[in-house]
Nanobody
Framework: QVQLVESGGGLVQTGGSLRLSCTASGRSFSSYSMGWFRQARGKEREFVAGISSSGDVTYYADSVKGRFTVSRDNAKNTVYLQMNSLKPEDTAVYYC??????????????????WGQGTQVTVAS
């Protein structure tokens, strides 16, 4: 069992930055690939970014490529999502999730076994 807790969300102006954190407890964090997803009101949850267990592989949705950076610190059991140049369309609840396959990054929700409770990000225009 892995418990995930996100933090760092909030209200920011267009063009601003936020850094989300997701801290894990329970089974070995370093054996999981990690993903960030988001869900805007009235829309389905979508993949944003992911990172392999060792951190050597990352992948991004086209909509955030060049603006968002995913990273992890296995010593701190934490994965981060640095979000720059934020746009109103980035407004959503952001979730981190753990994938038991340690290599590569998968973008499909059902591959992820554990989810955090989400953190709200609101970008004002």
């Amino acid at each position: 069992q892995v418990q995930l807790v996100e933090s760092g969300g909030g209200l920011v102006q267009t063009g601003g930055s936020l850094r989300l954190s997701c801290t894990a407890s329970g089974r070995s964090f370093s054996s999981y690939s990690m993903g960030w997803f988001r869900q805007a009101r009235g829309k389905e949850r979508e993949f944003v970014a992911g990172i392999s267990s060792s951190g050597d592989v990352t992948y991004y949705a086209d909509s955030v490529k060049g603006r968002f950076t995913v990273s992890r610190d296995n010593a701190k059991n934490t994965v981060y999502l640095q979000m720059n140049s934020l746009k109103p369309e980035d407004t959503a609840v952001y979730y981190c999730a753990a994938d038991p396959i340690p290599t590569g990054v998968r973008m499909v929700r059902h591959h992820y076994d554990y989810w955090g409770q989400g953190t709200q990000v609101t970008v004002a225009s």
